[in-house]
Nanobody, 128 residues
Framework: QVHLVESGGGLVQAGGSLKLSCAASGRTFRHYAMGWSRQVPGKERQFVAGISRSGGGTYYADSVKGRFGISRDNAKNTVYLQMNSLKPEDTAIYYC?????????????????????WGQGTQVTVSS
């Protein structure tokens, strides 16, 4: 089991930046692939970024590629999402996700439904 707590959301103008953080409980953070998804109320949840256990592999949805960066610090049990050049359409609740890895796999998981654990979410609002 892992407990995820997001922080760093807020209101920003278009073109600005925000950095989200997700702190994970437990001593086995390195055994989880991590990711970020987002959802606008009334719309489908979108998986935006994923990172492998080691941090050596990453994935980005086309809509955020080149603007967002996912990273992790296994010593701090934390995963980050740096969001640059924000657009109004990036407005959503952002969720941190974790997938337990029981093998030596260092894959990146690119679908939200592949993840086992979700945080409570943090609101990001981008004004035009």
């Amino acid at each position: 089991q892992v407990h995820l707590v997001e922080s760093g959301g807020g209101l920003v103008q278009a073109g600005g930046s925000l950095k989200l953080s997700c702190a994970a409980s437990g001593r086995t953070f390195r055994h989880y692939a991590m990711g970020w998804s987002r959802q606008v109320p009334g719309k489908e949840r979108q998986f935006v970024a994923g990172i492998s256990r080691s941090g050596g592999g990453t994935y980005y949805a086309d809509s955020v590629k080149g603007r967002f960066g996912i990273s992790r610090d296994n010593a701090k049990n934390t995963v980050y999402l740096q969001m640059n050049s924000l657009k109004p359409e990036d407005t959503a609740i952002y969720y941190c996700t974790a997938k337990s890895i029981r093998s030596s796999s260092n894959s990146v998981y690119t679908k939200g439904y592949e993840y086992d654990y979700w945080g409570q979410g943090t609101q990001v609002t981008v004004s035009s």
